[in-house]
């Protein structure tokens, strides 16, 4: 009876059209009131602890490094940096879009972003250089999505914030599973390159390999700006929330010497990472509110124990777990779907002895997925609206499910060797949860 009032109760209201925050919200409410005999005033108490998540500051001041950087103009002098040394690899310049995704991912923190800062500038260079059209789309779409996956991420944070598990592992736990997805990402490149060299055209005359490697010195920004807000995470010195800080004025400070950052830019930048970040802080308030509810009729204790009872390999109910997750990623945002399920599935995991950190990177992976798949996959259409005129979803679609298909087979990599995602925060001290 719980179960059908609980999800009843949200699919209604979510699909009527209502922002998912107050959805949310209204079926916590529900559950209070005719499922926990009338205790809906524990709403402003759960409502409360949602607000002073200290480590929620994290994601505000991430957003906030990022669109200073966008604003900048230092983004494009990266990809100018970086475009004579992939040049010369089979695929060309498809591989720097890979390339800056990577880097960028730990700026912005954020697909998004990440996928519409690389867009803008290799759109319009691809196309006059007659790169395939599709792949290109493809590239950027796919390696937009690293930006949750290589830290600094949002994503990990709320996911950390949800589930206890250190934010500063999971930052540790996400580098080399990027690294090896975006290495995947451009091995596939290469590959469709020997096959059909059309599709990225080798121009006749490059800059001197020496040479390539000196404009590559030109990330030196980037790669500070990523020291400055990873290192003293990693060496102990200070929290992920602290550090985002840092990278603000590190960013700021970079805008203002290497950018072209003025007082304007800077407002501008406080703007937006408020509007998004408001609404990111109303859905973890919504979630926190059903959560909290749901564990007070002790619906996770008894999933947990149902699905213990189940005479089933363990990793069967992975593999519905992934199922389910990519069925939801057609319907909602990442977060969205991370903060409704967490309360559920992290019980759930934990039962079934997998680790936080393991499990955190997986759903990470299945989040970026989502963000490739319609209606709801943001990079599609974040993708579709700076790319050329009359380009269509079908089109961004053809170029993109290759790489749909690669971070499909990764999840089934990282089964197999759980030890991608805990090899460095175990370097690094971290308990591995």
């Given at each position: 009876?719980?179960?059908?009032?609980?999800?009843?109760?949200?699919?209604?209201?979510?699909?009527?059209?209502?922002?998912?925050?107050?959805?949310?919200?209204?079926?916590?409410?529900?559950?209070?009131?005719?499922?926990?005999?009338?205790?809906?005033?524990?709403?402003?108490?759960?409502?409360?602890?949602?607000?002073?998540?200290?480590?929620?500051?994290?994601?505000?001041?991430?957003?906030?490094?990022?669109?200073?950087?966008?604003?900048?103009?230092?983004?494009?002098?990266?990809?100018?940096?970086?475009s004579p040394l992939m040049e010369r690899i089979?695929?060309?310049?498809?591989?720097?879009?890979?390339?800056?995704?990577?880097?960028?991912?730990?700026?912005?923190?954020?697909?998004?972003?990440?996928?519409?800062?690389?867009?803008?500038?290799?759109?319009?260079?691809?196309?006059?250089?007659?790169?395939?059209?599709?792949?290109?789309?493809?590239?950027?779409?796919?390696?937009?999505?690293?930006?949750?996956?290589?830290?600094?991420?949002?994503?990990?944070?709320?996911?950390?914030?949800?589930?206890?598990?250190?934010?500063?592992?999971?930052?540790?736990?996400?580098?080399?599973?990027?690294?090896?997805?975006?290495?995947?990402?451009?091995?596939?490149?290469?590959?469709?390159?020997?096959?059909?060299?059309?599709?990225?055209?080798?121009?006749?005359?490059?800059?001197?390999?020496?040479?390539?490697?000196?404009?590559?010195?030109?990330?030196?920004?980037?790669?500070?700006?990523?020291?400055?807000?990873?290192?003293?995470?990693?060496?102990?010195?200070?929290?992920?929330?602290?550090?985002?800080?840092?990278?603000?004025?590190?960013?700021?400070?970079?805008?203002?010497?290497?950018?072209?950052?003025?007082?304007?830019?800077?407002?501008?930048?406080?703007?937006?990472?408020?509007?998004?970040?408001?609404?990111?802080?109303?859905?973890?308030?919504?979630?926190?509110i059903l959560a909290n509810a749901v564990g007070?009729?002790?619906?996770?204790?008894?999933?947990?124990?149902?699905?213990?009872?189940?005479?089933?390999?363990?990793?069967?109910?992975?593999?519905?777990?992934?199922?389910?997750?990519?069925?939801?990623?057609?319907?909602?945002?990442?977060?969205?779907?991370?903060?409704?399920?967490?309360?559920?599935?992290?019980?759930?995991?934990?039962?079934?002895?997998?680790?936080?950190?393991?499990?955190?990177?997986?759903?990470?992976?299945?989040?970026?997925?989502?963000?490739?798949?319609?209606?709801?996959?943001?990079?599609?259409?974040?993708?579709?609206?700076?790319?050329?005129?009359?380009?269509?979803?079908?089109?961004?679609?053809?170029?993109?499910?290759?790489?749909?298909?690669?971070?499909i087979l990764f999840c089934g990599f990282i089964?197999?060797?759980?030890?991608?995602?805990?090899?460095?925060?175990?370097?690094?001290?971290?308990?591995?949860?």
């Amino acid at each position: 009876m719980e179960w059908i009032v609980l999800l009843c109760s949200v699919f209604v209201l979510v699909f009527s059209g209502m922002w998912l925050a107050i959805a949310l919200g209204i079926t916590g409410w529900i559950v209070y009131y005719f499922l926990a005999n009338g205790a809906q005033s524990m709403i402003g108490s759960a409502a409360w602890n949602g607000v002073q998540m200290y480590s929620l500051v994290a994601v505000s001041c991430f957003i906030l490094m990022g669109q200073i950087v966008l604003r900048s103009g230092i983004s494009k002098k990266v990809y100018d940096c970086v475009s004579p040394l992939m040049e010369r690899i089979p695929g060309g310049l498809l591989h720097t879009n890979i390339a800056l995704c990577a880097l960028f991912a730990s700026v912005f923190g954020t697909s998004a972003a990440t996928a519409a800062v690389v867009g803008s500038s290799a759109f319009p260079e691809l196309k006059s250089r007659h790169y395939d059209y599709k792949l290109t789309i493809g590239s950027v779409a796919a390696g937009g999505t690293l930006g949750i996956l290589i830290p600094p991420s949002a994503a990990f944070i709320i996911y950390g914030v949800l589930t206890g598990v250190s934010i500063g592992a999971l930052f540790a736990a996400g580098i080399l599973p990027g690294i090896i997805l975006a290495c995947m990402f451009s091995v596939y490149i290469v590959i469709r390159a020997i096959i059909n060299p059309k599709i990225a055209p080798r121009e006749g005359d490059r800059l001197p390999f020496i040479d390539s490697l000196k404009m590559l010195l030109g990330i030196w920004p980037i790669i500070l700006l990523i020291a400055v807000v990873l290192v003293p995470i990693f060496a102990g010195w200070c929290t992920a929330t602290e550090a985002s800080g840092v990278g603000v004025v590190g960013a700021i400070i970079l805008g203002k010497t290497y950018g072209t950052i003025s007082k304007e830019n800077v407002l501008q930048s406080v703007k937006d990472t408020t509007q998004t970040f408001v609404m990111l802080l109303f859905v973890v308030l919504g979630a926190m509110i059903l959560a909290n509810a749901v564990g007070l009729i002790g619906l996770p204790r008894q999933l947990t124990m149902a699905i213990g009872q189940l005479h089933v390999p363990k990793y069967y109910i992975v593999f519905a777990v992934i199922l389910m997750y990519l069925a939801l990623g057609c319907l909602f945002d990442g977060i969205s779907f991370m903060v409704m399920t967490l309360p559920f599935v992290f019980p759930i995991m934990k039962g079934l002895g997998f680790g936080g950190i393991w499990f955190g990177v997986l759903m990470i992976i299945l989040i970026e997925i989502g963000q490739l798949t319609p209606p709801v996959g943001l990079n599609l259409f974040v993708i579709q609206s700076i790319a050329e005129k009359g380009t269509t979803l079908e089109t961004v679609l053809s170029g993109t499910w290759p790489f749909f298909v690669i971070m499909i087979l990764f999840c089934g990599f990282i089964m197999v060797f759980p030890e991608i995602c805990t090899f460095i925060p175990s370097l690094f001290g971290y308990e591995i949860q």
